[in-house]
């Protein structure tokens, strides 16, 4: 009888052996399943590539005379890019701190003193603001003046008076070339 006991218990080892190999492979290909079946909904979040196409653009600012400003359109918000004249340099960086809604220096907005590139979205209501075009309205700073609610930015765009809670945004961006910048 013991050789038949130890039959016995070699018999439910390698049963037990064996059932341990199945729910440990049943585990790996449920998991593996429930990833094949998450992936697609996972991949279908990721953005378009039309939207990627739009991430960053290239812009030529070699045709933009000086005190001329242009608008670009990147990630469906307008851009401002204005050329500045000397006057409106030096303007811009002799504004006091103290005199400012939102403190910040000229010099930490633009990369290079002469262009300033910004998204042209007022930081109150989301409206565009005024002054890009020649003729049109700048407000009392000499920069751009949102007409719905009466903001008023200066030169380096930043809120020196009106409802607006902070300065116009300055996007990520970087010179390529001296006639070429980088937004995004």
Sequence with gaps: MAKT??????????????RDFIVVASYAMAGIGAAAVAWPLIDQMNPAADT????????????IDIGQSIT?????KPVFIR?????????AQSVELSQLKDPQLDVDRVSNPK??????VCTHLGCVPLGQKTGEIK?????WFCPCHGS????????RKGPAPVNLEIPPYTFETESLIKIG
């Design 5 to 18: 006991n130890t039959s016995k218990q070699e018999d439910t080892h390698v049963d037990g052996r064996r």
């Design 52 to 63: 990627l196409a739009l991430a960053s653009i290239e812009v030529d600012i070699s045709k």
């Design 72 to 76: 670009v359109k990147w990630r469906g």
């Design 83 to 91: 050329h500045r004249t000397e006057d409106e340099i030096n303007t």
């Design 115 to 120: 262009y300033l590139v910004m998204i042209g």
């Design 139 to 143: 407000g009392e700073y000499d920069g």
């Design 152 to 159: 008023h930015y200066d030169s380096s765009g930043r809120i």
